[in-house]
């Protein structure tokens, strides 16, 4: 067996902690990247509603309304960041206005409807509160230029597993510039780099607390949806691809995965109580009131090492 230990260093908005390898496969699954027909989307995303449903507890209601809502937020960041859609693929798309704080799976199509498959609440970066910062908005990709980890399921010196059990996923988006969520003082700016990540969080203590801002700036998700984007691997397209010729990949995904031929690589972060991209100014700021109605790589800068 294979395994990798090292320590992510320098600003980070969460716990880092060391990789805790899954065995090797010999043969790892592969996504397929080649177009396929529409029944075959429609049946893989009936599975995927199946797999959620029973897999995740507590997913947050859905309604033609909330569900239109999130596809209205998602294209307005996408189309804000000029990101094409080349292909049929899931999204991971979190709301981040602190009356939401939510996450919702879509599939985004280059022609066609976008669906939602459903989603649970999350918690994101919160105000108020010296070494936390505001998680970015906009769109961000999981490429094989960083690699992930797991959880050690340790605890921190005040007695918690900030990234949850051992074993959960970790991902990493790489360096972002995110605003303070406390008050910039003279000669300190309020836009600092962070290390993006999406983990869950310990499982006894904060977990029941999702679904407010609470973190220093990284997504927390519930241990299921963690478990449920790991098993299937909704942002590990590039991920797939990497693990046929290096072992580190290998080594990071479950060894008895079912990835999903809809898999993608790209986490939105919109926000429903701010106006959107120009591009789609008026479709997302009515979403934005609609959803609350119904309740460049790595960057390298000096700054603070965060705590958990």
Known sequence: MFTRRSTLLGLCSCLVGPLHAAAVEPTPPIVAMEP????AVELEVQQLQDALSHEVPHLVPRSPVSDAAWIALARAEIIG????IDRPQLLVVVDRNPQVQQLAIVLARPDGEWQTLGGTKVSTGSSGRFDHYITPRGVFWLTDAVLGYRAEGTLNENGI????AKGMRVWDFGWQVA????NAGPGKPDRIPIRLMMHATDPARLEQRIGR???QGCIRIPSAMNRFLDRHGVLDAEYERSAVTDIRFRALLLPRREPSLL???TLVVVDSGEHAPTTATVASSAAGQLLTAVSPRAMKSQAPTLSP
């Open 36 to 39: 396929f027909g529409d029944v």
């Open 81 to 84: 960041a000029e990101m094409m």
């Open 161 to 164: 597993r900030g990234l949850g």
């Open 179 to 182: 605003m303070k969520g406390w």
């Open 213 to 215: 801002p609470a973190s």
């Open 263 to 265: 898999a993608g690589n």
